[in-house]
């Protein structure tokens, strides 16, 4: 009976650490308990019109779901801030139309819209984590030919966020 205590007590402290571990993979300090994540703003003008709401309110779900910490207007624990510093949509892996007529000769196969993220993010507890002003940047590609961007538009753009949102993540809490 004695051994198994034992046993137990050691299963016990060997699965214990200083911080607070998820399966997302956060690792957070237990004295940080809160967050603050400031609207990102569309400094590029261009996409869709509630881009910079949509970017917001994804990446504030995302904290809440992937970590304990209390979401507060500002001076949180944890504090995130940034922009949208770039929508652009860029022709990829051009093709001969097979054309005579030079307007129709070349064509893009693929065109890509690349989304660029300026984040600035500040532990109160401990700076060694801060960043300032880091760009994060994902793409999609697409076919032109097979769909029309104005149909696919919203989805690359949700697509393309999870992706900025899971290495903003990365960078500030899960310390990878």
Request: hydrophobic letters at 35%.
């Amino acid at each position: 009976m004695i051994k198994q205590a034992i046993l137990l007590l050691l299963a016990v402290l060997s699965f214990s650490s200083c911080g607070v571990y998820s399966f997302t993979g956060a690792n957070i300090s237990p004295d940080i308990k809160t967050i603050s994540i400031q609207t990102f703003y569309d400094e590029v003008g261009t996409g869709p019109p509630n881009l910079s709401q949509l970017f917001t309110e994804k990446i504030k779900d995302y904290y809440q779901q992937n970590t304990s910490l209390s979401l507060v207007p500002s001076e949180g624990d944890l504090q995130l801030e940034g922009s949208i510093s770039g929508y652009r949509l860029t022709p990829m892996a051009p093709k001969s139309g097979g054309s005579q007529n030079f307007a129709d000769a070349d064509i893009a196969a693929l065109q890509r819209l690349t989304i660029t993220v300026k984040v600035t993010y500040l532990n109160t507890q401990d700076d060694s984590y801060d960043f300032d002003n880091q760009s994060f940047s994902f793409y999609q590609d697409y076919d032109p030919e097979k769909e029309d961007f104005n149909n696919i538009e919203a989805t690359l753009v949700e697509e393309i966020y999870d992706a900025i949102i899971l290495d903003i993540f990365n960078a500030s809490v899960a310390n990878w």
